[in-house]
């Protein structure tokens, strides 16, 4: 079973005018990148997500502000902070994944591996888990 959590450290680029990250398929990003999708306005209190991929697979990064993810991988559940724009959580394929407690300054910014396509989806806890215990 694949580890239940995983992040990368992006390189930064910065002086005293700022700092820059720049993210590459199959260089900082471990896949081609063929979907980029952005959320920001959430409401701490209405969490999102509640589902896992059969193939995709994902890098969530917090542009700005933060927010807790729990992973799960139908055995293990673990909760993490995202914080930092350097920082990428991997979401890889069979993880189901929520997002909640956004700050209300809160850009959440995701790499996909593939674009979308609703029947890669399992939204359903149940069936994951049953998919996920194989």
Not at 2 to 9: A, G, N, P, V
Not at 10 to 21: A, Q, S, T, Y
Not at 24 to 36: A, M, T
Request: glycine share 6%.
């Amino acid at each position: 079973m694949k580890e239940l959590i995983s992040f990368i450290r992006f390189p930064v680029i910065g002086d005293e005018r700022g700092n820059l990250v720049a993210l590459e398929g199959n260089k900082q990003i471990p896949f081609d990148i063929k979907r980029v999708y952005y959320m920001f306005g959430m409401q701490p209190d209405l969490p999102r997500g509640f589902h896992a991929h059969k193939d995709l697979i994902q890098v969530a990064v917090c542009l700005q502000g933060s927010c807790d993810i729990l992973m799960d991988n139908g055995s293990d559940k673990q909760v993490v902070t995202l914080n930092s724009p350097d920082k990428g959580l991997v979401i890889d394929i069979m993880q189901w994944h929520e997002m909640n407690n956004f700050s209300a300054d809160c850009v959440l910014m995701v790499l996909a591996s593939d674009v979308y396509n609703e029947s890669d989806y399992i939204r359903d806890y149940s069936s994951f888990l049953s998919e996920a215990r194989k």
